[in-house]
Every structure is written in structure tokens, then in C-alpha cells.
């Protein structure tokens, strides 16, 4: 059973950080993409970051310097997955949400396997 589980969320002030961690579980041995993806109210989803299988790092543009992603190889192939986010601005406010599948790549957004979400509120 694969389960995705996010931690670290929660509120902040503006130019503060937060780092989220997202356990993966049930994914023995396999290779799989991570990523993390965010929803603000009346907005639409949008990709945050993902690591590949290969773990090859990428970072939505307009995040990049401010946010990274990270993963560290678990036992048995359940990973666990970063998020550092720093000088956070108001319109980081979001739920977050972390995803996988057994793809290359994960920042397609049509993926297998979502977490509940952890809320971040930056005041």
C-alpha cells in the first residue's frame, strides 16, 4: 500500500522559512519521482518542485533561490522528501502537497499517489 505522508507545515511571517518532509511508505524497492506540488484558495494547482528517479533536482522558476528540494534514499526504497523554504512571501500561502509516481519524472501533475496536503500560511 503506498502512502504518502507531508509534516512541517504550518504559519510563518513573511521573509521567514518552513521546511515541509513528506515519508514515503510502500514503495520497496522501485524507482519512482517525488515531487511537491501547492494549491492557494481560487487558484489552481501548480508545480512547487520534483526530484526524478535519478533524483535530478528542478525547481519551478519563479521559486528558484528562495525554495529546495531534497530526498534522502530510505530503507528499502521509502524515500523521504524536502521541501526548504526561505524568505517566504504572502503568496506562498498555500496547501502542499506531495506526490509520486513510478515515472521518470513527476512534473507532469497527472501522478498516481498524493499525501492529504500540509496547509502553510505566511502572514
Known amino acids: 500500500h503506498v502512502q504518502l505522508v507531508e509534516s512541517g507545515g504550518g504559519s510563518a511571517q513573511a521573509g521567514g522559512s518552513l521546511k515541509l518532509s513528506c515519508a514515503a511508505s510502500g514503495y520497496r524497492y522501485a524507482s519512482y519521482c517525488m515531487g511537491w506540488y501547492r494549491q492557494a484558495p481560487g487558484k489552481e494547482r501548480e508545480a512547487v518542485a520534483t526530484i526524478s528517479s535519478e533524483g535530478v533536482p528542478s525547481v519551478a522558476e519563479s521559486l528558484k533561490g528562495r525554495f529546495t528540494i531534497s530526498k534522502d534514499n530510505g530503507v528499502n526504497g521509502n524515500n523521504i522528501l524536502y521541501l526548504q523554504m526561505n524568505t517566504l512571501k504572502l503568496e506562498d500561502t498555500a496547501m502542499y502537497y506531495c506526490?509520486?509516481?513510478?515515472?521518470?519524472?513527476?512534473?507532469?501533475?497527472?501522478?498516481?499517489?498524493w499525501g492529504q496536503g500540509t496547509q502553510v500560511t505566511v502572514s
Open positions: 506526490a509520486a509516481d513510478f515515472l521518470q519524472y513527476c512534473d507532469g501533475g497527472r501522478l498516481a499517489y
